[in-house]
């Protein structure tokens, strides 16, 4: 937004970008600069040039990753074991405002003879993790307003930085994770689902094969129906954070597990890039009349009898410079089942989930032997690899929650950095889709009027060669589980 100038301005200057001219050249409305037809209107604008290209960066070697865990929570505390059995791994560091779920964590990890130090009770206390000079990679799993800042932070203190979705809650936020990751050339890479395992995987390499001819379209969503169990519960989140976002703004507020596959199926930010979008909600039909149940039974709902919560569902719809069109959706609330990366379609054929089906034509989805076959046909080399080493692996953990279950994702972060490849996930990625917050938030409150979507790549995206790597082309796959 126009006032996020002022912020940046404070930013580039504290990095000394300001003083170099780097950031200038990119400002729309600069001296010697004219601006386009309809520029004037754009909330949100460019302001960056590269200073190094992070996509398809590969940092020096590490045989052995040495890890700092900062929030300990439901994702966090899974987060620890599910890189605890990892080749390679070394956890270092543990840090919650909880000190018991410091302690927790600790003995949750023991037999895999980690012994980290414990970091708790008060809220600065994760800086001093950034600060050792005995850690490489930083894991993020705090509430989402503190992602950036402690990306940042690890950053500017030679760490790489892993982060819960979303990696930033504003456009301003994710411009500083770009130049900040350029500038020190960390990674910063955003958790969320993807193209690594399972059916995405299998779709991406079919588009990737041309099986489905040239995509026009895809869709994705976060259904997910958190309201009692989630959302209005007084356990569930520290400090009742979710609550919190979910209040006094419109918009997608959680676009990545449904939008990061179809941003890598439709190589965004790798020869395509989004180029504007448009975001309607509807009103909040659910978590209003909610609260005021509550609250007449409990005096501690009361506080937010009258607050204005979030439209219940949201549609946000994208176009990319090559013209294909993707929407997503956001929905929390509604008594309906999950729905994350959900269909892709192309000139010779569709993909559809729940259940996963395909099409080749107006007839009608093909048999579910052949579907079947196609899946069998199409597994990429990552998927194969991941399930070998779980089935070579003596401890790794395949029962109970999912969170604390090693995921492809988790397994390829480390094996980039163990093996000195790129990331198959980057900055960019992770700055694009958190961007589309921010900008549902603006388009839904404007009317659905559109909104260009940033270009974080600064034009690379033109001649980036494509990220993730899930036939492991470029190696890899060499870690192995414990
Ligand atoms: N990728 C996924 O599938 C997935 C699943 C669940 C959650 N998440 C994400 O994980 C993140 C955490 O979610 P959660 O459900 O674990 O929330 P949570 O509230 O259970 O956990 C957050 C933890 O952060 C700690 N914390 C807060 N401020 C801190 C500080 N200053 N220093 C140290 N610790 C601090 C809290 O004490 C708490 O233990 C969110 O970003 C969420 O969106 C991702």
Redesign the pocket.
Known sequence: MYKNKDNRRDFLKKSGLLSLGIAGAGISGCAGQQKKQGEEDQPFQQAHNQVFNMHGYAAPKLDVVRVAV????????GTVRRLAPIEGVEIKAL????PE?VTKAIESIKDFGHKPDS??GN????KKICERQDIDLIAI????H??TPMCLYAMENDKHAYT???AATTVDECWQLVETSERTRKHCVQ???NCHGGIQAVVLNMVRKGFFGDIIHAEGAYIHDLLMRYIFSKT????L??LKENTGKDGNL?PQ?GLVPIIQMLDINYGDKMDYMASVSSDDFIMGKTVKELAAEDDFWAPFVDKKFRGNINTSIIRTNKGRTIMIQHDVTSPRPDVRFSMISGTEGIYVSHPGRIAKSHAGWISEEEFNSLVEEFTPEINKRFSELVDQAMQVERRGRS?DRTSPTDWRLIDCLRNGLPMDMDVYEAAVSSAVTPLSTWSASNKSMSVEVPDFTSGAWKTNKRGMDINLENGGGTTKLI
Request: charged share 20%; hydrophobic share 30%.
């Open positions: 900062i929030g300990l929570g439901n994702r966090g505390s840090c919650d405002l909880e779920r970091y708790s809220e600065n206390d994760w799993v705090t509430p989402w503190l992602h819960e979705l979303p958790m969320s689902s569930m989140y520290h400090n954070w979710r959680y597990h969170y």
